[in-house]
T-cell receptor
């Protein structure tokens, strides 16, 4: 079946360092969404990308959707301890189903 | 806006009993609700999709007779885990997508989840 692969699975950074997580779909997506889940919490919607090559920014977070609409990335500049959590991408396929990546767990050492 | 609640937030039950989990959209009408299951350190796995007033669509490998879903109104969907066993212990999360929301029409809003432990 269709998969959305996300790497890395874990990332440990020093506070102030940058962080990037990548998602890759086996098929073309109609859009891709990003969520953040804090430990013990539930996924919280961050953003949705729809257009080929789209780039969106939210403060220190930069989201990118590939030209082929099959991959996406989330980049955090100068991480802070409040960025700790698991970041999930979720791609909506042509059939309308939202498929979640495996998530990248980010830990930030102060 | 766009708040989704779940009840209970956690439940412990004996093996063989049934557990009902409620998912409510508090400030919007949810035309579609989704039920996910998440095991520790793993991703969200879609179990089923339900549209108000119609039967739920279950994902492959999910037993519809074991996980009963009812979406009787535009603000309430329930998931009943029947004859629960220890392997059903998991974090169950619902999400809702509604019409006429100010945000992206495609956005799913997640509930806080229900942690089920079957002894």
């Amino acid at each position: 079946g269709q998969q959305v692969m996300q790497i890395p699975q874990y990332q440990h950074v020093q506070e102030g360092e940058d962080f990037t997580t990548y998602c890759n779909s086996s098929t073309t997506l109609s859009n891709i969404q990003w969520y953040k889940q804090r430990p013990g919490g539930h996924p919280v919607f961050l953003i949705q990308l729809v257009k080929s090559g789209e780039v969106k920014k939210q403060k220190r977070l930069t989201f990118q959707f590939g030209e082929a609409k099959k991959n996406s990335s989330l980049h955090i500049t100068a991480t802070q301890t409040t960025d700790v959590g698991t970041y999930f991408c979720a791609g909506r396929n042509q059939g309308g189903k939202l498929i979640f990546g495996q998530g990248t767990e980010l830990s930030v050492k102060p | 806006g766009a708040v989704v609640s779940q009840h209970p937030s956690w439940v412990i039950c004996k093996s063989g009993t049934s557990v009902k989990i409620e998912c409510r959209s508090l400030d919007f009408q949810a035309t579609t609700m989704f039920w996910y299951r998440q095991f520790p350190k793993q991703s969200l796995m879609l179990m089923a999709t339900s549209n108000e007033g119609s039967k739920a669509t279950y994902e492959q490998g999910v037993e519809k007779d074991k996980f009963l879903i009812n979406h009787a109104s535009l603000t309430l969907s329930t998931l009943t885990v029947t004859s629960a066993h220890p392997e059903d212990s998991s974090f169950y999360i619902c999400s809702a997508r509604g019409a006429f929301l100010a945000g992206a029409a495609d956005t799913q809003y997640f509930g806080p989840g229900t942690r089920l432990t079957v002894l």
